[in-house]
T-cell receptor, first 115, second 116 residues
């Protein structure tokens, strides 16, 4: 079974530029998560999708971050404009989305450096 | 109430020793407590998880101990090996908390180094 795929693996941009990350979850997984992991900290949830609907985006900085999962499969996370403090690893995870089976499987992440 | 506090921040253990990492939570709605292992350049991977209806769960060399009254849980790695050197995260979640399937609140992580 293929794992969660993310691209690109690394991205370097200057502040105020825009950037987009892509995630392809495990086949059949209804729930998709985007996390931000700042160096030396645990992952922090940004947004959670159930199929193509948003379940929780309470910690997403909506003035600059946006995410979509149009067909309930792939997802993109965008930052526009980027700030220095957005430098982090952006992790995508997916789960079956069934009650009692919320094991989350993570991709390798995209490491973003904002200069 | 949404925090999960993890300690220590880093841990050095000799090969064959026992590694112990502790976590504490406040939200009594949490009913799912996983531990994730993360190697450099990789995403976190589920190691072992426990629900509060049991006080201990063991899988191979890895054991979770859970104290519901104290709202604490810990990971014990027996016979620690150099290959166990990684960052370990505890997390907490609940069905229906923060969403229909429950998102996870992660601790800050413990960097474990096992010396040969």
């Amino acid at each position: 079974e293929a794992g969660v795929a993310q691209s690109p693996r690394y991205k370097i941009i200057e502040k105020r530029q825009s950037v987009a990350f892509w995630c392809n979850p495990i086949s059949g997984h209804a729930t998709l998560y985007w996390y931000q992991q700042i160096l030396g900290q645990g992952p922090k949830l940004l947004i959670q999708f159930q199929n193509n609907g948003v379940v929780d985006d309470s910690q997403l900085p909506k003035d600059r971050f946006s995410a979509e999962r149009l067909k309930g499969v792939d997802s993109t996370l965008k930052i526009q404009p980027a700030k220095l403090e957005d430098s982090a690893v952006y992790l995508c995870a997916s789960s079956l989305g069934l009650a009692g089976k919320n094991i989350q499987y993570f991709g390798a992440g995209t490491r973003l450096s904002v200069l | 109430q949404q925090q999960v506090k993890q300690s220590p921040q880093s841990l050095i253990v000799q090969k064959g020793g026992i590694s112990i990492i502790n976590c504490a939570y406040e939200n009594t709605a949490f009913d799912y407590f996983p531990w994730y292992q993360q190697f450099p350049g990789k995403g976190p991977a589920l190691l072992i998880a426990i629900r509060p209806d049991v006080s201990e769960k063991k899988e191979g060399r890895f054991t979770i101990s859970f104290n519901k009254s104290a709202k604490q849980f810990s990971l014990h790695i027996m016979d620690s090996q150099p290959g166990d050197s990684a960052t370990y995260f505890c997390a907490a979640g609940a069905e229906g908390y923060g969403g229909s399937q429950g998102n996870l609140i992660f601790g800050k992580g413990t960097k474990l180094s096992v010396k040969p």
